[in-house]
């Protein structure tokens, strides 16, 4: 595969923030993933890139799924909560990566 070289600045923007639930801390120490909340229209070579480029660790693989915001009421009119994008980022064998910002 080529190295295709992607915007900094995009790189920067594509991950929104880390997802902290039961089930991504359940799914990060079954499989060395870690899960984000991305943009929407964020590719997966993309997504790679910015996780090796802000964590500086190497990434195996990149897993997204879209889901669709939850219908609300708020009051007499519906609303809806945005749609979310969110990728599982597989990492090497031997990598980690620390998101709690404590120094190692």
């Given at each position: 595969?080529?190295?295709?070289?992607?915007?900094?600045?995009?790189?920067?923007?594509?991950?929104?923030?880390?997802?902290?639930s039961?089930?991504?801390?359940?799914?990060?120490?079954?499989?060395?993933?870690?899960?984000?909340?991305?943009?929407?229209?964020?590719?997966?070579?993309?997504?790679?890139?910015?996780?090796?480029?802000?964590?500086?660790?190497?990434?195996?693989?990149?897993?997204?799924?879209?889901?669709?915001?939850?219908?609300?009421?708020?009051?007499?009119?519906?609303?809806?909560?945005?749609?979310?994008?969110?990728?599982?980022?597989?990492?090497?064998?031997?990598?980690e990566?620390?998101?709690?910002?404590e120094?190692?």
């Amino acid at each position: 595969m080529s190295t295709v070289k992607y915007d900094e600045g995009r790189l920067m923007q594509v991950l929104v923030a880390p997802i902290v639930s039961e089930k991504a801390t359940m799914v990060g120490e079954k499989s060395n993933a870690v899960t984000f909340k991305v943009l929407q229209n964020a590719t997966k070579p993309e997504i790679k890139a910015a996780v090796e480029l802000m964590f500086k660790v190497e990434v195996k693989g990149v897993s997204v799924v879209n889901i669709k915001g939850k219908s609300k009421r708020f009051g007499r009119s519906m609303g809806r909560r945005d749609h979310l994008r969110k990728a599982y980022v597989t990492l090497k064998p031997g990598q980690e990566l620390n998101l709690s910002g404590e120094a190692a």
